[in-house]
């Protein structure tokens, strides 16, 4: 049985945007999205195709047009450390009616057991609307880490988002 069932309109869909201007560009294959889309089907997702664009501004145009879809969840990986162009929790932020701050630091503690350096994850998590949005880093083992967390409680997190309060 999957974590997230389908709700009574079928299949929940998800959307995974990649920030990655080097993967965008096409100077090397993006390695987590495959990862999250793997994931997600596990799960019982219906998937759009993922979306690999240039750090900064299009992560925001990508999510936003997602948005539109009314996806039950929203995947990113990448841009959430301290380059210049790491700009994907600014594009995410803005467009969270509510955060969910347990997430991240979840993941960011899972993280930390294996590498000092997730502490410096900036990725937000939280809700636009009945749609969850998480940023997850731009690692495979990142990536592998944050999904672990969200493991026992997508399901949950789902019903809740579309309104069923069983607990």
Not at 23 to 34: H, K, L, M, N, Q
Request: charged share 20%; aromatic share 2%.
């Amino acid at each position: 049985m999957s974590a997230c069932e389908p709700s009574a309109h079928g299949p929940r869909k998800a959307g995974v945007v990649i920030a990655s201007t080097r993967a965008a560009a096409g100077i090397y294959a993006d390695e987590t999205g495959p990862i999250i889309l793997d994931w997600l089907n596990e799960h019982g997702f219906d998937t759009f195709p993922t979306m690999v664009v240039p750090d900064g501004e299009p992560v925001g145009a990508a999510l936003r047009a997602l948005l539109t879809q009314e996806p039950a969840v929203v995947i990113t990986s990448g841009g959430t450390g301290l380059s210049p162009d790491d700009r994907t929790p600014e594009m995410t932020l803005p467009l969270l009616d509510r955060e969910i701050p347990g997430l991240m630091e979840g993941i960011r503690r899972a993280g930390a057991t294996k590498t000092p350096m997730a502490m410096l994850s900036r990725g937000h998590a939280g809700a636009a609307g009945k749609s969850f949005i998480i940023n997850l880093p731009g690692s495979p083992k990142g990536v592998m880490d944050g999904l672990a967390v969200l493991d026992p409680v997508i399901g949950h997190l789902c019903e809740q988002l579309e309104g069923n309060h069983g607990h």
